[in-house]
Each structure stands twice: as structure tokens, then as C-alpha cells.
């Protein structure tokens, strides 16, 4: 195990309980820069970062680092610090290969190495944006929740801009939309390295257009974007309420589309669902082919799990692997994370896994549903949120569908997850009658057996929640 490793591990769990965005505003660029026998020095990129992590993040990664060094480590400190130029160009936190060793004489650190120093960086470059290597199709395992993804992406890069264009790819977190769109450009490049692939978050886009707009270059945007080969957008859910960009992508997709150029956009939901996005996106994203993406099963889990050890080239027992994939349940990332973890901590303690030292390792990784206590307060803000309208409307008087049906579902929810009685439930609700709950309770039971697109809401709602 080296700092690299170690470090990872720690990323890989701070990664778990972070929000996406602030875990990459925070911990981009950071490193092991030093280690002593029990003092840690943090590598970061600037002043702002260092006092940002001393503050808020401090008794996390070093609650983190302690349980991967068997409390080994009793101090922690930062240092603003460039990080070395990762040998491989692979994404912001991957392990470096060919370590030298560190330089350091105590023997407890014999295993240490420093990060490597400055090495050329084997990027895929799509004009600015860049595709990560690591997700390829290869990687990707196949299972009955994710087939049709994988067989519309394949058919995509078998014939850019032809029948599965659009190809909508929708489903919850960590179960592997972004592997898909990245795998889809790695291979056109691959097939053609001439393809101009354009990889972009919905994020980005918005920012490079608001930019574009500020700094008065909107005729550079348009270049950039309407004449590419293919057009990957993740996470257009993020474009709600964004009216301005929405009617920049529609012109965006049509010019796109009028020159069969291929475009892939992923969602954490149908594009039907996504809360104020134009009719007009809708049926644009409609016309082509939509798939959806689900949680693994446990046969898949494990395959998952086999794949991720090949990788790393590490070996588990079979006993082991299963007790993996029956612990963590909800996503691939999760998955990932466990594994990473079992990993980590038993070659920093230098032993093999066995089945009772891996348990307690991943006690914290429960099935969603005795995870956390969540509140009520809680669950009504991510109902209320996920379907785009106001707390106080949601407790409202309003019998509106758009309301009514969001606040059976919260009662739905607080009956099944949360076992609260119909009254304190009626309660939570503004003050209803328990009778109301019951029939809320039923009627949602009711429409979730035939119901599919009902199941994902409140699968992905239960995501969310859990995520918190
Ligand atoms: P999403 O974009 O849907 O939130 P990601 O694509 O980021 O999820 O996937 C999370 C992690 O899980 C990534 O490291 C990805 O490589 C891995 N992953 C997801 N699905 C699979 C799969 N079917 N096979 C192998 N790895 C997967
Ligand atoms: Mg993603």
C-alpha cells in the first residue's frame, strides 16, 4: 500500500457522504504529501482549500484515516502544494503507477511511497474536454438491469447518429450512466480517432454558456458545440428551470440533429419527469431511444465485485465477495467504495481478509432501508424537491393532483420506511386526519403494482433521501 492508496481509500469514503459537487471543489488536487509516524500532512492547492478542509473537514479524514491505519495516525495537518503530475492521466484521484520509494527512514513506512513526480499525461483529448480512459466497455459489466443501455450505447457506436439518436440514458445514482456515455466516446475515438467528441456535464454546458454570454463570445460556443461529431451530455436533470439554456441546447441539439450527429444525454430520471423542462426538450429527448439503468441484483453485484478485484489485481474469497454484494446493495459506486475499503485495510495491516475481519468493516454499509433514521422533516424536503414544488404546498390545503399525489407519496414513504403510525403521519401532513393517511397509504400501494414509472419515483426518492 502506498499514500496514493491510502489516500484514495480516504477520498473513496469522504466520496460516499459528500455531495458531488463539493467533494470536487475540495478535494480536487489533493494529496498525501508527507507522512510520519503518526502526523499526516495533507497536500492542497491553495490557501482558500487548506482553511476550508481545516475547518469543516478535519475530524472527517482523520476519523477516516485512523480506521484505515489502525489509529496509527493522531495528527493532521495541510500545506498548499501542487500536485504531481499523475503518471497515467487517469482522473483526479487514481493511484499512481511506479513508485519510487519514499525517502522517509522510519521502517514503519518501508511500504509508503511518495507520489510520483512529474510524468507525461496520456489524456484523451476531446478538444478541451477531456474522456476518462477507465471507462470503457470492457469494464462495464452487463446485467439484466442495465442490457438495454448497454445494447442501445453498443448499437450507437456500431452507427453514430443513426437509429438511437437521441439516446436518453436515465436511472438512479451510482449505477453507471456516466461509465456508459464516457465508454461510448472512448470507443468512437478509438474506432476513429479523428471524431470530434464533445463530453460535457449539463453543468459545464450551463457555465460555458453563461460565460460565453458575459464575455460577449457566444459565436465561439456555438462553434464549439454545434459542430461536433457527438454530443455527450450527463446529468441534464440539471437543466430545470434553466430557461435560457434550455433554449441554447434545443438549438444546440437541432443542429445537431439535422446533420445526424449523435447525441447522448443521461438523467437521473425520463425526461418526462424532469420538473420544468420545455415540451419541446421532452419530446426532442423522446424521439429517439430512452433505457433505463437499475440496481444491480446479487449475481451481477459479484460479477461487479470480480471485475473491480481483477482491475486492482487483488483476490477475494468467494465467501467474502458475497458478503460484499449482500451487505451493499444500493449502487455500483457503494460497491466500489466497500470493496475499496476491504482492501485498504488489510494492506495497510499487511493480512488477508477473512470473513470476520471484513464484517465489521462494513457494518456501516446497512441495506438502505435501516441505514439512517430519517426525519420526516427530511423526507418531505426531498419529496418536495424531487417533484419541483413548495414544502409549504405540499403540507397545503390544496387537493391540486400535482400536489396531492407528492404528499400520498410522502405518506406512503413515512408508513413503509419510517413505520410511523397513520396519526403522527396525519400529523406531519399539516395536521390531517389519520383516515387520510390510510387511504394515501393504500392508494399508492395500489398504483405501485402496476405503476412503473411510480416505482423509480420512489426508488429514486429513497436514493436521495438515503444519500443525505
Ligand atoms: P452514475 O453516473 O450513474 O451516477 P457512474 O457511471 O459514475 O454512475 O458509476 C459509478 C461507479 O460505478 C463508477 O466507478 C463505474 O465505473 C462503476 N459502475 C457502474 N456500473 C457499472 C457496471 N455495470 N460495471 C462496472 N462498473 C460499473
Ligand atoms: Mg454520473
Known amino acids: 500500500m502506498n499514500t496514493n492508496e491510502l489516500w484514495q481509500a480516504v477520498l473513496g469514503e469522504l466520496e460516499l457522504s459528500l455531495s458531488k459537487a463539493n467533494f470536487t471543489t475540495w478535494f480536487k488536487n489533493t494529496f498525501i504529501s508527507d507522512l510520519e509516524e503518526h502526523a499526516i500532512t495533507i497536500g492542497v492547492p491553495n490557501m482558500f482549500t487548506k482553511a476550508w478542509l481545516e475547518k469543516k473537514y478535519t475530524k472527517e479524514i482523520l476519523r477516516s484515516l485512523q480506521e484505515l491505519t489502525k489509529n496509527s495516525i493522531k495528527q493532521l495537518s495541510y500545506r498548499v502544494q501542487s500536485r504531481p503530475t499523475n503518471p497515467q492521466g487517469m482522473p483526479l484521484f487514481e493511484k499512481g503507477t511506479?513508485?519510487?520509494?519514499?525517502?522517509?527512514?522510519?521502517?514503519?513506512?518501508?511500504?509508503?511511497?511518495?507520489?510520483?513526480?512529474t510524468h507525461e499525461v496520456k489524456e484523451i483529448r476531446t478538444g478541451e474536454f477531456s474522456l476518462n480512459g477507465k471507462y470503457c466497455f470492457e469494464t462495464f459489466i452487463v446485467g439484466k438491469q442495465n442490457e438495454l443501455a448497454h445494447a442501445a450505447a453498443q448499437a450507437v457506436c456500431a452507427q453514430p447518429g443513426g437509429i438511437y439518436n437521441p439516446l436518453?440514458?436515465?436511472?438512479?445514482?451510482?449505477?453507471?450512466?456516466?461509465?456508459?456515455?464516457?465508454?461510448?466516446?472512448?470507443?468512437?475515438?478509438?474506432?476513429?480517432?479523428?471524431?470530434?467528441?464533445?463530453?460535457?456535464?449539463?453543468?459545464?454546458?450551463?457555465?460555458?454558456?453563461?460565460?460565453?454570454?458575459?464575455?460577449?463570445?457566444?459565436?465561439?460556443?456555438?462553434?464549439?458545440?454545434?459542430?461536433?461529431?457527438?454530443?455527450?451530455?450527463?446529468?441534464?436533470?440539471?437543466?430545470?428551470?434553466?430557461?435560457?439554456?434550455?433554449?441554447?441546447f434545443f438549438h444546440t441539439f437541432n443542429q445537431l440533429y439535422q446533420n445526424n450527429k449523435q447525441i447522448v444525454i443521461s438523467s437521473d430520471r425520463p425526461p418526462k419527469t424532469i420538473p420544468a423542462l420545455e415540451d419541446r426538450l421532452?419530446?426532442?429527448?423522446?424521439?429517439?431511444?430512452?433505457?433505463?439503468?437499475?440496481?444491480?441484483?446479487?449475481?451481477?453485484?459479484?460479477?461487479?465485485?470480480d471485475t473491480k478485484c481483477l482491475e486492482k489485481q487483488y483476490s477475494l474469497e468467494r465467501d467474502i465477495l458475497h458478503h460484499i454484494a449482500t451487505v451493499v446493495q444500493t449502487n455500483v459506486r457503494e460497491l466500489e467504495g466497500a470493496l475499496n475499503k476491504v482492501i485498504a485495510f488489510h494492506q495497510f495491516k499487511n493480512t488477508r481478509p477473512t470473513l470476520e475481519s471484513v464484517?465489521?468493516?462494513?457494518?456501516?454499509?446497512?441495506?438502505?432501508s435501516t441505514k439512517k433514521n430519517i426525519t420526516p422533516k427530511q423526507l418531505i424536503i426531498t419529496v418536495a424537491n424531487y417533484?419541483?414544488?413548495?414544502?409549504?404546498?405540499?403540507?397545503?390545503?390544496?387537493?391540486?393532483?400535482?400536489?396531492?399525489?407528492?404528499?400520498?407519496?410522502?405518506?406512503?414513504?413515512?408508513?413503509?420506511?419510517?413505520?410511523?403510525?397513520?396519526?403522527?403521519?396525519?400529523?406531519?401532513?399539516?395536521?390531517?386526519?389519520?383516515?387520510?393517511?390510510?387511504?394515501?397509504?393504500?392508494?399508492?400501494?395500489?398504483?405501485?403494482?402496476?405503476?412503473?414509472?411510480?416505482?423509480?419515483?420512489?426508488?429514486?426518492?429513497?436514493?436521495?433521501?438515503?444519500?443525505?
Open 168 to 248: 436518453f440514458i436515465y436511472g438512479g445514482v451510482g449505477l453507471g450512466k456516466t461509465h456508459i456515455l464516457q465508454a461510448i466516446g472512448n470507443e468512437l475515438i478509438r474506432k476513429n480517432a479523428n471524431t470530434k467528441i464533445l463530453y460535457v456535464t449539463c453543468e459545464r454546458f450551463t457555465n460555458d454558456f453563461i460565460g460565453a454570454l458575459r464575455s460577449n463570445r457566444i459565436v465561439e460556443f456555438k462553434n464549439r458545440y454545434r459542430t461536433v461529431d457527438v454530443l455527450l451530455v450527463d446529468d441534464i436533470q440539471f437543466i430545470t428551470g434553466k430557461e435560457g439554456t434550455q433554449e441554447e
Open 98 to 117: 511506479n513508485p519510487e520509494p519514499s525517502p522517509s527512514p522510519s521502517n514503519q513506512q518501508a511500504s509508503y511511497y511518495q507520489p510520483q513526480q
Open 359 to 368: 464484517k465489521p468493516i462494513l457494518s456501516s454499509f446497512q441495506p438502505t
Open 387 to 468: 417533484f419541483d414544488i413548495h414544502m409549504d404546498d405540499l403540507l397545503g390545503k390544496s387537493r391540486q393532483k400535482r400536489l396531492a399525489f407528492p404528499r400520498q407519496i410522502v405518506m406512503y414513504i413515512m408508513r413503509e420506511e419510517m413505520k410511523a403510525s397513520y396519526p403522527s403521519i396525519g400529523m406531519e401532513l399539516g395536521g390531517r386526519d389519520h383516515t387520510t393517511a390510510m387511504h394515501a397509504y393504500d392508494k399508492i400501494m395500489t398504483c405501485l403494482l402496476e405503476d412503473e414509472k411510480l416505482q423509480h419515483d420512489i426508488e429514486l426518492i429513497k436514493q436521495k433521501l438515503y444519500a443525505l
Open 282 to 305: 421532452v419530446s426532442r429527448f423522446e424521439c429517439g431511444m430512452l433505457a433505463d439503468v437499475g440496481s444491480p441484483d446479487f449475481e451481477t453485484r459479484c460479477a461487479i465485485l
